[in-house]
């Protein structure tokens, strides 16, 4: 992913999750919140069907972010997140990357990031990343 560091630059990553990938990530963590793995009990609540964990849904984040830009060398040093809506497996979703800021002094830079429903195109996570790359930034 070639992208030019400067303010304003922006990229997007297309993606789906799978309930097996949920189940993963609840085996992983210990999180088994039946709201995500067992669908009789979420078709009991007001989503109807099970939701993906909201840190799942956020771990785009990372991957995009330390492995295609700013990539490789990247140190994470902070990462917000606002859950806005629920996810759900097997849907396609985008995460939008944005520079907000950068100081070249610190090799530093914030990147809004934001997960967009594409059918719906409603954001249902949102955040700031702040990365150190002393290559990129």
């Known amino acids: 992913m070639e992208i030019e560091p400067v303010v304003e630059a922006s990229f997007e990553y297309p993606f789906t999750i799978t309930q097996e990938e949920v189940q993963r990530f609840a085996d992983l963590t210990g999180d088994n919140n039946p709201i995500h793995l067992d669908a009789e009990y979420a078709a009991t609540t007001n989503f109807k069907r099970p939701i993906i964990h909201g840190m799942l849904g956020a771990t785009v984040f990372t991957k995009v972010l330390g492995t295609q830009f700013p990539g490789f060398g990247s140190i994470y040093v902070k990462q917000t997140l606002e ?35 594409v059918a719906t195109k409603k954001v249902t996570t949102k955040g700031v990343a702040t990365m150190i790359n002393k290559e990129k930034f």
Do not use: C, G, W
Not at 93 to 113: C, D, G, P
């Open 83 to 117: 859950f806005l809506r629920p996810m759900f497996v097997d849907t396609e979703y985008k995460a939008v990357f944005k520079i907000q800021s950068i100081n070249a002094e610190k090799h530093l830079a914030e990147i809004s990031t934001e997960i967009v429903d």
